[in-house]
């Protein structure tokens, strides 16, 4: 199905290209300015006090021995070689969940996770083959829209979120987190002819040019994420947003990027290392 989906994608851009005599810009990330400071770590059910114990103690080994900098690193830098494809065709039911360590995750968030083909790779996928191995389990990784995440940790029906998931009081009234991980912040991707954010030099100068758009200027974020709650506002997790733009979710950050580069958006806000990723693969 993925596949399919992944042409008929294609052939709507080669289409519009042809029929409207346009092509597609490339973009650029302004990593430099960051707009939010936050920390990635992994959800788990507040009743699962074992799974949480075992997490935090794979958490700490790794980060005593080095092994986490190595992991992160070599998917940042493309060196890496795990991969993954789960031995079943479905998400374990029944008698026999018992045997399986089911994670929830949205795979299309490099570095963290996301398909080379058909399998599964990325930071947290690596961790999460080793959290099963720990705990004799096997692997099964439960893809799924990254607003559903928490909502299937907590129902039971993944044991653990694992999806580049930054901490915050509002999410820890559903769910528990392990120990953090990965600190992370939210940057801005426009066009490489952008002329709004051109003369920016710092992210309170981002922001603030952010305050003067109006309602026709569009930003896309990827749903649930730190990136759409800081641009289109949410109380309860402290972010009020700037209620003068339109701000437009998507599935995934690589569908709003597209959307960027085809001029249907006008900018993106997203997680960095993703950000750095997407666009790379989207300027090629």
Same mark, same amino acid.
């Given at each position: ?176 987190? @392990?120990?953090? *991980?990965?600190?992370? =912040? ?8 952008? +002329? !709004?954010? &051109? ?47 339109? @701000?437009?979710? *998507?599935?995934?950050? =690589? ?8 001029? +249907? !958006?006008? &900018? ?17």
């Amino acid at each position: 199905m993925k596949k399919i989906l992944a042409l008929a994608m294609a052939v709507v851009m080669l289409l519009c290209v042809v029929s409207c005599g346009s092509k597609q810009s490339n973009v650029k990330v302004y990593t430099e300015y960051e707009l939010t400071a936050e920390k990635y770590a992994f959800a788990i059910a507040k009743e699962n006090t074992a799974l949480m114990t075992a997490a935090n103690e794979l958490l700490a080994e790794l980060k005593a021995n080095g092994e986490l900098d190595k992991i992160i690193n070599s998917f940042f830098d493309g060196t890496a070689t795990f991969e993954y494809e789960n031995p079943i065709p479905s998400a374990p039911t029944g008698a026999d969940k018992a045997n399986y360590l089911v994670v929830a995750t949205n795979a299309y968030f490099p570095p963290f996770e996301y398909y080379n083909g058909s399998k599964l790779t990325g930071v947290d996928m690596k961790i999460a083959s080793l959290l099963a191995e720990k705990l004799g389990k096997t692997l099964y990784i439960n893809d799924m829209e990254f607003d559903s995440v928490i909502t299937s940790v907590k129902n039971g029906e993944s044991d653990i979120g694992m999806a580049g998931m930054t901490v915050n009081e509002e999410r820890k009234k559903t769910i528990d987190f @392990t120990t953090e *991980y990965y600190e992370s =912040a939210q940057v801005l991707i426009v066009r490489e002819d952008d +002329k !709004v954010f &051109a003369e920016c030099k710092s992210a309170d100068d981002i922001i603030a040019k952010l305050g003067e758009q109006d309602k026709e200027f569009k930003v896309g974020t990827q749903n649930g994420t730190t990136g759409f709650m800081f641009s289109n506002g949410d109380e309860g997790f402290g972010y009020d947003g700037f209620k003068n733009l339109t @701000t437009s979710g *998507y599935t995934t950050g =690589a569908l709003a990027v597209l959307d960027l580069a085809n001029g +249907k !958006v006008d &900018a993106v806000i997203i997680d960095k290392q993703p950000a750095i990723m997407i666009a790379k693969s989207t300027n090629k």
